[in-house]
């Protein structure tokens, strides 16, 4: 730690994820989790019990703010991920959204020319979307001054495989039979997403977020063209836009499951970082992917569940894996509910203990 009293120089910004996403390497990688606020915490329970369903608990700004700022306060992660649900876009354009119980999303289905005319405008997610912002502006009061504000919307390709089979899928068929089928339609979707998502990042910036996250988590099932087509050209247009409104707000891109498509993404979509996934290691990811920049990642979720020493071992194996350049550590995925809050903070107490 330096003595010198001066104000840090405009150039290395004093909070740690923003030093790493403008490529600083850190000796001790800053760190959050995906889906940190969530179920695996008994203060999450007793909100959402509070809330009473998950969309209200989405819709409340003051008990949304309340349950993004818990794992702040109980681990002190290095950012805080603004709650809300990629889903909420589809609902602003005018579909039915509804959660059931152990099982997830339902919505009702696009996937005629009839009904894509039928969507809103992406103009009007604003109405449905004010208390999103709303949330935002109570965290940037109230969060920490070091804890760095993520905000996050999902990836288009990812939100119309749920707007077309009206539920998460496996394998995403019904997505990729109406691409087949209608490419028309199929686009039209695309493109009204990719609209939404930009007028509703910018509307997240504008109310307090330092960062924002497009989790593209079905990127994995497109192929060779349709990978260019469906989440590189809607990703670099997303981020082209907000990046001429507000340039200095660093992207984090999540093209879940690429693979070897994690190569160049972030070149060829304007990313300050790509967030990978599990299924690829650390150290191909470094000598791949970190080179074009910042990473962030990619410890598999279930050592939250599991714990002990394959926990301290995987996590070390990813700080020294990734310590050459910059790096966020993070879960692959998002935890899980049936995950051990006390091995959230052996794995925050062994990536900062340094490796
Ligand atoms: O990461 C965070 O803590 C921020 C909040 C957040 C949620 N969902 C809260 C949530 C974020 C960033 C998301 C993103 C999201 N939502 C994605 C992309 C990331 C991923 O996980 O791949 C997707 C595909 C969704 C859609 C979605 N929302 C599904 C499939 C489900 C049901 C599955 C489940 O875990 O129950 C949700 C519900 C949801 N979103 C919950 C939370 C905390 C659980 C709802 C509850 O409390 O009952």
Known sequence: ????????????????????????RQPVPPIWMMRQAGRYLPEYRATRAQAGDFLSL??????????TLQ???????????????????????????????????????????????ALKPAEAI????????????????ELPRETTLIGFAGAPWTVATYMIAGRGTRDQGPAHALKQADRATFQGIIDRVTEATILYLSAQIEAGAEVVKLFD????????QDFDDFAVAPARRIIAALKERHPHVPVIAFPREAGDRYIGFAKATGADCVALDNSVSAEWAARNVQVDGCVQGNLAPGHMVTGGPALVDA?????????????IFNLGHGITPDANPENVALMIQTVREGA
């Open 1 to 24: 730690m330096t003595q010198d009293p001066r104000p840090e120089p405009q150039k290395s910004p004093a909070k740690t994820i923003l030093r790493a996403l403008a490529g600083e």
């Open 58 to 67: 989405c819709y409340t700004p003051d008990l949304a703010a309340e349950v």
């Open 71 to 117: 794992p702040i306060r109980r681990y002190g992660f290095d950012a805080a991920i603004l709650f809300a649900d990629i889903l909420l876009i589809p609902q602003a354009l005018g579909m039915d959204l509804w959660f059931v119980t152990g099982e997830g999303p339902r919505l009702s289905t696009i996937t005629t020319p009839e009904e894509l005319a």
């Open 126 to 141: 604003h109405e449905t979307l004010s208390p999103v912002y709303e949330t935002v502006r109570i965290l940037s009061r």
């Open 217 to 224: 988590s079905w990127a994995g099932s497109l192929h060779g």
């Open 315 to 327: 996590t070390r194996a990813i700080v020294r894996a990734f310590a050459g350049g910059p790096h």
